[in-house]
């Protein structure tokens, strides 16, 4: 059972995910994005991680997306008509984005990956509860990381504002 | 809650995040009244960092489960790093004050940048190599377009993130590929992971994702294929901030690097006894090495706008210290293992760069020039810039009496002590070529007669700051004692 939902959401990210560089309107490359962040959320679920699951439809298929949304409507840039002076450039990157996907592929399917399981089987989680575990381990083990990331968004934010408001001191 | 102990260790750090706040906040309180002092709250910061580093200086120890290393090898680069910091706030101050109305938030994001710098060297979990970087990154961005008013400083900003961006996304691939085979983020249970394994496929997945996480790392380091933002952005972004793009992102992208080889993978990237052939990594890394400075100093040699030749000049110069990457060897006692050969590199490139670029702002900031011929004369007009000029640009291409010499001593020793004859040669032939470009430039300053005598009047602080690089590129050069204990030291990281 599980394995036929795995199959059937890994199959539509993929296309979707194909639709997202494929399709010439953006509207629909961005309606293709939102396919390609829910069917991961599904594909989370099933990997018993409700909450990442959770937060991946609520920040990239929420906020994320409608912020791509909303820049698409503001600049209305139109259906794409090709790609003009560097027309050259797709056959080539057609070319080594397949060799990388073989590359990948042959690699991955012919080694048998030794990676060790994690202390947090889905019983465990079951027992200490999703959001705990998350919450318990950002605030231990990975209390730099989340304050540094804290340091990164304000930053980030104050860089913007600088760039992008409108000039008031002189 | 950490505890004293761990809070002392990280204390470099914690400084420039409380300097960094509050320069945000002096100045959003006291706005034009604080304008003159924000700069000096950054080097105040900067200092107090300094002199942090060398109170745990000694130290080795891992912190937050295994996540963050404060060894020797990451003290060499946080003094690095505060060095830097230092002496670009000195240029900025007066370079900033016709060209941007918001330089309170131009020092804050430099000392972010900063501490991103000093986070990326001390980073031992795939998590904080890749948040660091990006930390590095962001900041180098804004940085870059912060002249908002200026066309060339946004297309140089916007290429700078557009390559940024793809290159960290193929980076984040090659660390996920990483962390699915071995199962850890912890560059040691990397290690223990794969070392602990058999079986022969894992070595193609060490190869591909090393290859993909090179890409990243590439871009900071500006290797080719990697480096073409380098002379748009060298050229676009503001001179104090070209001169730290020059030094700091690629200083920290060979910490990353050298952290990564050495610790995660080194059982593919150190040579085995003699009769066990040569592995892929380092072969790959030689001939990116070879690639890299050969392209830039070619390239270099016809350029005429001086922050281009520097760009394509720093590309070069990557691919030199590459070199000491490819002839790590960390067995026996030699004074040659390739390690300590580029932290004297770096150690040296670092000072001297900033020399080259400081010399840059100095004219750029009196007349406006930073096209070559238009240095015709410079020696009439301004003779301390024309001389400094010589010392640094001679320290770039590896010649004595300078610290650029010893550092190129000891890196292309590791690389004949290893048996890489011929990337040896292809180094030394590249730094003869290098020359040329070099004394274009101070042909021009020296032999051209000027179009237009008036002397060049600097700054004091620009003054200041040249004569300390220049102090500094002589004095190690005359007495690199200091130095190669310090590289020595800082060995410490693998045993």
């Known amino acids: ?40 959320a599904a594909l989370y679920v099933l990997l018993s991680a409700p909450f990442v699951a959770a937060a991946q439809v609520m920040i990239y298929a929420g906020a994320i997306l409608i912020l791509f949304v909303f820049v698409i409507m503001l600049l209305s840039p139109g259906v794409d008509q090709g790609a003009g002076a560097l027309k050259w450039q797709r056959p080539l990157a057609a070319v080594f984005g397949l060799a990388l996907a073989v590359e990948l592929i042959l690699v991955l399917a012919s080694a048998v990956l030794p990676a060790a399981r994690g202390q947090y089987t889905p019983e465990r989680l079951a027992q200490i509860g999703d959001v705990q575990a998350i919450g318990a381990l950002l605030f231990t083990d990975f209390l ?15 860089g913007v504002i600088v760039l992008a408001k409108k000039r008031v001191r002189s | 809650m950490p505890d004293a102990q761990t809070l002392t260790l990280i204390s470099p750090e914690l400084l420039l995040s409380i300097f960094g706040l509050l320069i945000l906040l002096v100045d ?25 580093t060398l109170y745990i200086w000694g130290s080795n120890i891992s912190l937050f489960a295994g996540m963050y290393m404060v060894d020797m090898f990451s003290l060499f680069f946080k003094v690095v790093a505060s060095l830097a910091g230092i002496l670009i706030t000195l240029v900025s101050i007066d370079y900033l004050r016709q060209r941007t109305p918001y330089r309170g938030e131009f020092f804050a994001i430099f000392t972010f940048s900063i501490l ?30 912060f002249l908002r008013e200026d066309k060339k400083s946004n297309e140089a900003a916007i290429k700078y993130f557009l390559y940024g961006a793809v290159t960290s996304a193929v980076m984040l691939y090659g660390l996920s590929l990483l962390y699915g085979v071995t199962g850890s983020l912890n560059l040691t249970d990397i290690a223990a992971a794969f070392s602990a394994t058999v079986d022969s496929t894992v070595r193609m997945i060490a190869l591909v994702s090393t290859m993909l996480v090179l890409a990243g790392l590439g871009f900071k380091i500006s290797l080719v294929p990697f480096h073409q933002w380098a002379p748009d952005a060298y050229e676009g972004a503001p001179t104090p901030v070209t001169a730290f793009l020059s030094v700091g992102p690629k200083a920290v992208g060979f910490a990353a690097l050298l952290r990564v080889a050495l610790t995660a993978l080194p059982q593919w990237v150190l040579p085995a006894p003699p009769p066990a052939p040569v592995k892929e990594i380092p072969l790959v890394l030689a001939v990116v090495s070879i690639i890299t400075m050969t392209l830039g100093n070619l390239i270099a040699l016809r350029q005429t706008n001086v922050k281009r030749l520097l760009a394509y000049s ?97 890196v292309f020793g590791a690389a004949l002590r290893e048996g890489w004859l011929y990337l040896a040669a ?21 032999f051209e007669a000027p179009k237009d005598a008036t002397p060049i009047r600097l700054a004091p602080l620009v003054t200041l700051s040249l004569v300390v690089s220049a102090a500094l590129v002589l004095a190690f050069a005359i007495y690199p004692q200091p130095l190669l204990n310090l590289a020595a030291w800082s060995m410490g990281m693998v045993k």
Not at chain 1, 11 to 35: D, E, F, M, Q, S
Not at chain 2, 366 to 382: D, S
Not at chain 2, 429 to 446: K, L, T
């Open chain 1, 1 to 40: 059972m599980d394995l036929i939902v795995f199959y059937l959401f890994a199959t539509l990210a993929v296309i979707a995910a194909l639709g997202v560089v494929a399709l010439r309107n953006p509207v629909h490359a961005a309606l293709c994005l939102a396919v390609v962040f829910i069917s991961l």
């Open chain 2, 116 to 145: 991103a710098m000093m986070l990326v060297a001390s980073s031992a979990s795939l998590l904080m190599i890749y948040l660091s970087i990006e930390f590095l990154s962001y900041t180098s961005y804004l940085l870059t377009g």
């Open chain 2, 314 to 410: 720093s590309i070069a110069q990557a691919g030199y210290m590459l070199i000491g990457v490819v002839a790590v060897n960390l067995t026996g006692n030699s004074p040659f293992s390739g390690l300590n050969g580029i932290l004297i590199y770096l150690f040296a490139y670092l000072f001297t760069n900033l020399g080259a670029f400081i010399c840059v702002i100095a004219i750029e900031n009196a007349t406006g020039i930073v096209e070559i011929p238009e240095y015709a004369g410079l020696v009439k007009r301004a003779p301390l810039v024309a001389a400094l000029f010589v010392i640094f640009f001679l320290s770039l291409a590896g010649i004595p009496p300078t610290v650029g010499f010893i550092g190129k001593f000891f």
């Open chain 2, 426 to 446: 292809i180094g030394v032939i590249n730094s003869v070529i290098s020359v040329f470009y070099y004394f274009a430039v101070v042909r021009q300053a020296f």
């Open chain 2, 28 to 52: 959003v309180i006291w706005r034009e009244k604080s304008q003159s002092a924000l700069p000096w709250l950054a080097i105040l910061g900067f200092a107090l960092a300094l002199a942090a």
């Open chain 1, 144 to 158: 730099l990381p989340f304050e540094i990331t804290s340091l990164l968004l304000l930053v980030a934010m104050v």
